[in-house]
């Protein structure tokens, strides 16, 4: 059913469909001052349509002509939950970016706004950001909602969108065979953060151990509560599925990752302008940065919310500690060396 045939009117704002399973473009809000509670339950009501009824299940949407300053960002992003911060991150003398803990740097430009070298350590850890993730999925309390803004872009046509992938859907149309084999097994993927890393910079990071560091314990299969769909939880951060020999593993983690990054899952979307904004749900799609010509500034910057479903957590305990890593490229003893924990 096409957006705006049936719906409510909804003030001050318009949805339009991105894609015919999911996505949609939120457009005309004005964030330069704060959005009144009307208007914010407006569009809580306009993501529930477009995220559940209108197109089965949406789960990315691009907020456009945002204008949003930092503090008006971190506030909008808190009325969705809990946020993450960086503060675990802020170790081995990095200096904290911005006036905010709850802003996470996406892009690509130092503390001077120059565009680090694409030999540096932190380049090479950025390369993670080019392979389909989830955030947080290395880390015991997973993300729901991302909200990332654009700051500074490249020039028009040089690239840089950022793409999605529809994990519901994804599982839905795998064989019959395969769900059900998923879903009797319940599959354990294991997440890490130092593996995606050392995936995409496999020479940089060659003495980087991931199975010396202990990993975030998550689903493979999940209910996506808002939505009351199954959806695949996996990313380029799973390192393996627990109880699979490796080669076993390697193989099952590989077919659906191939499957569900298939065009017909997947949408890419472009930034247009400074102060645009994405938003998406990490317990149902995937998410990579596109590529684009080197030598420009990308200035992005992003709040993640943390999941308050009853999957948040896992299977990992609440104590445990979120994964940091390095500038330098090595992991930091944020996680305990102890044996996991399993939460019940």
Do not use: C
Not at 191 to 217: C, G, I, N
Not at 232 to 246: K, N, R, S, V
């Amino acid at each position: 059913m096409p957006i705006g045939t049936e719906d409510p009117v909804f003030k001050g704002f318009q949805v339009t469909e991105l894609h015919p399973t999911f996505g949609a473009e939120i457009s005309g809000l004005d964030f330069t001052q704060p959005i009144p509670d009307e208007t914010f339950q407006d569009l809580l009501a306009a993501i529930a349509k477009v995220f559940i009824s209108v197109l089965g299940t949406v789960h990315v949407s691009a907020l456009t002509e945002s204008n949003m300053i930092p503090v008006s960002h971190v506030e909008f992003s808190r009325r969705f939950g809990e946020l993450d911060d960086v503060k675990r991150y802020m170790q081995n003398g990095r200096k904290l970016r911005y006036d905010f803990y709850e802003l996470f740097d996406a892009g690509n430009v130092d503390e001077n706004g120059q565009t680090v070298d694409p030999a540096s350590p932190r380049a090479q850890y950025n390369k993670g950001n080019g392979l389909y993730h989830v955030d947080s999925s290395f880390n015991p309390r997973r993300a729901s909602y991302s909200i990332l803004r654009a700051v500074v872009l490249p020039p028009p046509y040089t690239g840089g969108n950022t793409d999605f992938a529809d994990t519901r859907t994804a599982f839905a149309e795998l064989p019959e065979d395969m769900r059900q084999m998923l879903i009797k097994n319940d599959y354990v993927g294991a997440h890490s953060l130092h593996h995606s890393r050392k995936v995409a910079a496999p020479e940089f990071f060659k003495d980087l151990d991931p199975t010396a560091f202990d990993m975030s314990r998550h689903r493979l299969v999940q209910l996506h509560e808002p939505s009351g769909r199954m959806s695949l939880y996996t990313a380029t951060h799973a390192h393996h599925i627990e109880g699979l020999p490796q080669a076993e593993s390697d193989a099952l983690l590989k077919t659906l990752m191939e499957h569900a990054t298939q065009d017909k899952y997947t949408i890419s979307i472009p930034w247009k302008d400074p102060g645009d904004m994405i938003l998406w749900d990490n317990t149902a799609v995937m998410h990579r940065a596109g590529e684009f010509a080197g030598g420009y500034p990308r200035d992005m910057r992003r709040t993640t919310v943390h999941d308050s479903s009853s999957q948040a957590w896992g299977l990992n305990a609440k104590d445990t500690l979120a994964q940091g890593f390095a500038l330098d490229g090595g992991p930091t003893a944020t996680m305990a060396s102890a044996p996991r924990p399993v939460a019940v």
